[in-house]
């Protein structure tokens, strides 16, 4: 009982440590000159990622993305959502896990819009959540694989990469994505 009332009270701590990050959060011009590198990145490990981001009707992209667990989990990050390569809006990531998991872990993450209805559905959402307001097919790819662009049908796609950390976890499920103001 003790074990877990310390785990209960650490994991508390670093959730704090975690979100007290968001007070400092990056400036417009520095989350764009980030951003810019991770495209970068997905672009030089995936074949075919820029056919891919031209064919999206928009997408989002969050250069960092921290998770912080133990019993008690939260993850956030910071993003921009770009339209024909210009970013128009500023977003940030979160969420929150409950069991077994100890460890910090970073990770950069790319979701690109389909469609114009799903983007649209996106925007004019009050906070996007993962499985409730839409549904988000990861696809994963290994470094050096190409994205066969024609055989991705759904309306929102993501990619999760750079994963560097001692907690694993691919998913998106539960992640709740609220418009900021950087203005």
């Known amino acids: 009982m003790k074990s877990f009332s310390k785990s209960i009270r650490a994991g508390s701590m670093l959730l ?10 990056a400036s417009a011009d ?21 056919l891919f ?3 999206a009707v928009g997408y989002l992209v969050f250069p960092r993305v921290i998770k ?11 993003g921009v959502l770009r339209v024909d390569g210009q970013t128009i809006e500023y977003y940030r990531v979160s969420a929150g896990s409950i069991g077994f998991q100890l460890g910090v ?15 649209q559905k996106f925007r004019v959402s009050g906070g996007w ?6 549904s988000v097919t990861l696809i994963d790819l290994g470094i050096g694989k190409t994205i066969d662009s ?26 709740k994505f609220t418009k900021l103001d950087k203005s």
Do not use: C, H, W
Request: net charge negative.
């Open 16 to 25: 704090m440590l975690l979100f007290a990050g968001l007070v400092l959060a």
């Open 30 to 50: 520095k989350l764009n000159r980030e951003s810019d590198k991770t495209l970068e990145v997905f672009r030089g490990e995936v074949n075919g990622a820029q």
């Open 53 to 55: 981001l031209d064919q």
């Open 68 to 78: 912080v667990g133990a019993v008690i989990g939260g993850e956030t990050g910071e």
């Open 105 to 119: 872990q970073a990770k950069s993450i790319v979701i690109a819009f389909m469609t114009k209805q799903s983007l």
């Open 129 to 134: 959540k993962v499985g409730i307001d839409g």
């Open 150 to 175: 024609q055989n991705i049908k759904d309306p929102v796609v993501g990619f999760i990469f750079g994963s560097k950390g001692l907690m694993y976890s691919l998913t998106l499920e539960g992640s």
